[in-house]
Every structure is written in C-alpha cells, then in structure tokens.
C-alpha cells in the first residue's frame, strides 16, 4: 500500500471513530457515556478473532458503572483511561498511553450492580463493576436472580476495592441504630442497584422490612437532595468512601454515618460471608469521626464470550505501571485497586484471558505442563 492509499485509509478509520465517539458522548449529558464494542464492521473481533489485537482498528469497549453520585462511575472512568489507546495515539514506548491498541473504552452509567450483571448476561455491555455478592447471586441464579439465564456468562477480571455500606441521616436526627428506622422515610437505594439488596439484607437482621417503614427508591443524587429538603430521615448508599454524594451531603447538610456493629451486624456476617467488617475513616466527610461498618468487594466483570486475547490485553493494561498514577489520581478509592489484592473476594471464575495474565505475573500457579508421552 502506497503512503497516499494509507494517508486516505487511515484518514476515514479516524472519521470513522469521531463519528462513534460523536454519537457515544452525545449521550454524556444524561450521564450515559458508552455505547458499543465494535470494530466498525469487524465483530469478529469480539468472539474468536484469534491470537492478534490489530492496532489503529478502533474498538469500543462498554464498562457499565453506576450513578454519577457513587464511586463505581469515577472507577469506571479511571479504567476506561487507562486501558484505551486510540487510533492514532502515541505508543506506550514513546510516552503515550500503554492501553490496548485502537481501544477506546467508555464508562456508561447505569442504576448499579444488579442492573450491569443483567446487562453483561444479556449482551448488552462486555463489562461493569458489582458488588460480589450480587455476582455470585446472578452466576448461580439465586435470590433476585432465581430463573434468569445468562448469569453463568459471568467473568471477573478483577477484584478493585471495598465498598463500604453508608447510612445516613441528619445530625439532629434521633436515629441512632438501624432499628430506629422503624416508621421512617428511607431511601433504600434505586431499582437495580447493589445497594437496595444489601440494604433489605441489613433491615432483616434488624427485624425490619419494606413495610416496617416508608421506603422510596432513588438515585444517590436524588436521595441527598430529599434529605436536605426534609422529605427522607435517611438514606443507604454502598460505595467506596468517600462516595461523592456523601460528601456533597455533609457540605449541605450537617449529617451522621450510623454505625453498623453488634449481634444484628453479626447475623449478616454468618449468613452471607461476602460481608467483611469495615470502617468509614475519619475525615472521609469533613469532621465526620470514623464510623464502623460493613464492606463488600467490588469486582469488575466480563462476559465469557469476549475474546480470551483482548481481555488479556486489558487486564495487563489495568495493572501497567504508567496506570496507577491515573488510578490514584481518580476516585479515593482507585489508591485501593492493586495487583496484589487483585484476586481478594472473588466469587465468580476469572475470564481464561485474565487468569492468563495472573498465572504470568505469578499470582496464579503456572499451568502444568503436559508429560511426555513415551515411545
């Protein structure tokens, strides 16, 4: 090929990829910020395109998130970052992004881990962020997932950090525990998120339901905004702290974090051992002291049918060395996403292209080698 003939071919391939970016980020306005893994007429890539990542072909690659008022969007972005490289970026080796070559991956908020584990199993996205318990849930089908199909496509590529579970009120409320909930007006956490099943978790170890109080169902943006109007008594929120509605709250609001400890929180810890005890840390909301709770992992999936290759790629662009200071430099809680802890609480199998990554970096064991046969 002349240099015209690439001139021209590559010229329409960048055309080409501002039009899809256009089209993408027109929807970040509402907060919705990827559409599409496709290499522009070339889908093979995604499901057996073999052992070769072709540079310079764009690639969208989806990581559903949550609300732009937790920390799972943040995260989200931050990953998208580092693993991207679009066409026409410097090289790693020259300075430039060490991503996948021709990807540009795009966070897309969504209403949380229930709703992006659906939307993996569906086909809808190639990835998200959820809770652990919520993926082991849809891998083997039980509780809300009981009779939906596609949770066995569920894969991890890493375990991030943990999400702490926030209950909060306002300062001169009288709600001390989470039995003072009783009667009250609760934002229990938006339809299909991680944080309304955890928070009816914690309730039944209280001895309370939906119906031993008013419960709403909003996004974390909205449910500070009814606490400071006076319309809700307090609101669940399980994010990484700090969680960047929390902390918009406290700036409005004088609030509490109401601790979560004792025989109640010990019941959710036998019962459900995704659950480990945690701690919101002083200063996490202003002069707000540090606060006991509960945590879970967050874990960032995949689905099984994407090509064992490009998911490798990925995860060894995740934990390149130029990619913690765009980790650290993110969300808090991106300082807490390290290769070491990469395999922490993980309850769903690793995608055979990240497992591969981890076996070379020596976290895993190497794969025995298959003796030779005698003659």
């Not at 590529?157 to 001390?176: F, M, Q, T």
Request: glycine share 12%; net charge neutral; hydrophobic share 40%.
């Amino acid at each position: 090929m002349n240099d015209t003939a690439e001139t021209d071919r590559m010229t329409v391939t960048n055309r080409r990829s501002r039009a899809w970016l256009f089209r993408l980020t027109g929807f970040g306005l509402l907060g919705v910020l990827a559409i599409g893994l496709v290499t522009l007429g070339a889908s093979a890539f995604l499901f057996g395109a073999g052992d070769s990542v072709r540079a310079q072909e764009a690639k969208f690659f989806r990581i559903a998130t949550g609300s732009t008022g937790g920390s799972y969007f943040p995260i989200g972005t931050s990953i998208a970052n580092v693993i991207s490289s679009p066409p026409g970026a410097r090289p790693c080796d020259r300075g430039g992004s060490c991503g996948v070559p021709g990807l540009i991956a795009l966070a897309k908020t969504t209403g949380g881990s229930v709703e992006n584990v659906r939307q993996i199993a569906g086909g809808e996205v190639e990835s998200g962020l959820s809770q652990a318990d919520i993926a082991y849930s849809a891998l083997n089908g039980t509780g809300i997932f009981k009779g939906e199909k596609g949770g066995e496509k569920l894969r991890a590529i890493a375990s991030l950090y943990h999400e702490a579970v926030h209950l909060v009120v306002r300062a001169d409320s009288g709600i001390e525990t989470v039995k003072d909930l009783r009667g009250k007006r609760v934002s229990l956490g938006e339809k299909g998120s991680g944080t309304l099943v955890d928070s009816l978790i914690l309730l039944k170890a209280y001895g309370l339901t939906e119906k031993s109080m008013k419960p709403v169902y909003l996004q974390p943006g909205a449910s500070v905004d009814k606490l400071v109007e006076g319309e809700i008594d307090a609101l669940f929120l399980i994010a990484g702290s700090p969680a960047a509605a929390i902390a918009e709250l406290a700036q409005r609001l004088p609030v509490r974090l109401v601790p979560l400890a004792g025989p109640a929180v010990d019941k959710v810890l036998k019962n459900y051992p995704f659950f480990q005890t945690g701690t919101i840390p002083e200063g996490a909301y202003g002069d707000l002291p540090a606060t006991e709770t509960l945590t879970v992992a967050a874990l960032w999936l995949v689905s099984a049918e994407i090509d064992a290759n490009l998911v490798y790629q990925i995860t060894r662009a995740l934990w390149h060395e130029n990619s913690r200071a765009a980790l650290d430099k993110g969300h808090a809680a991106g300082k807490f996403i390290q290769l070491e802890t990469a395999l922490d609480g993980v309850p769903v199998p690793l995608h055979p292209g990240a497992e591969r990554f981890y076996r070379e970096a020596g976290l895993l064991p190497a794969e025995p080698q298959e003796a030779p046969r005698t003659q």
